[in-house]
């Protein structure tokens, strides 16, 4: 079923292209959001009719997306990842952790149009990320990931092993016949 999509959406294309899709994709989510009209003869005039519109919008996302790339190419990002001795990081640099941190530094990029080599950096070093924009347009990004100083503590003196109820009794009862002994044995002990 060919429809004419009303608003951009992602998967599909932009405003103003046809599109042939499965008829229950169009009836049942499609046309009830408003994301694409049928292709009739009046919906093609509507169209036509608002082409200039539709051209001036792309034409705007096309100098948006080069400003963004030239920012975007200029722009090194420094990642303090915690990371053992040997280089190796304890989590990863992800897709996720790149998109919370161009939006620390005022980029809104969604994390599906950040592409890493592989799925993820797992260790300390320069990386290279690319950033898809606009229809064709990409921009690299250099990342920087550097090893946080992790602090070890030296162990301290173990402390006595808990015991259940039965050892306490036990061990009670042991320091009180040795607490009476005590006093006998001083008594024997003056008296000698």
Do not use: C, H
């Amino acid at each position: 079923m060919k429809v004419i999509l009303n608003k951009d959406l992602v998967t599909l294309g932009e405003e103003g292209d046809v599109k042939d899709v499965a008829k229950g994709y169009a009836r049942n989510y499609l046309f009830p959001r408003g994301i694409a009209l049928p292709y009739t003869s009046r919906m093609i005039k509507l169209i036509e009719g608002r082409r200039a519109e539709i051209d001036a919008r792309k034409e705007q996302k096309r100098l948006d997306a080069r400003g963004l790339k030239e920012k975007l190419d200029a722009l090194e990002l420094s990642i303090t990842m915690p990371a053992g001795a040997n280089g190796r990081l304890y989590g990863a640099v992800t897709n996720q952790t790149i998109a919370d941190e161009l939006m620390k530094n005022g980029f809104q990029i969604e994390r599906k149009r950040i592409e890493l080599a592989g799925s993820s950096f797992k260790s300390v070093g320069k990386y290279k990320a690319v950033v898809k924009l606009y229809e064709n347009q990409s921009a690299e990004i250099s990342i920087q990931i550097i090893a946080q100083e992790i602090k070890t503590e030296t162990p301290a003196a173990k402390p006595a092993p808990r015991r259940g109820k039965r050892w306490q009794d036990k061990e009670e009862s042991v320091q009180e016949a040795a607490a009476e002994e005590k006093p006998a044995e001083e008594a024997t002990a003056q008296t000698v």
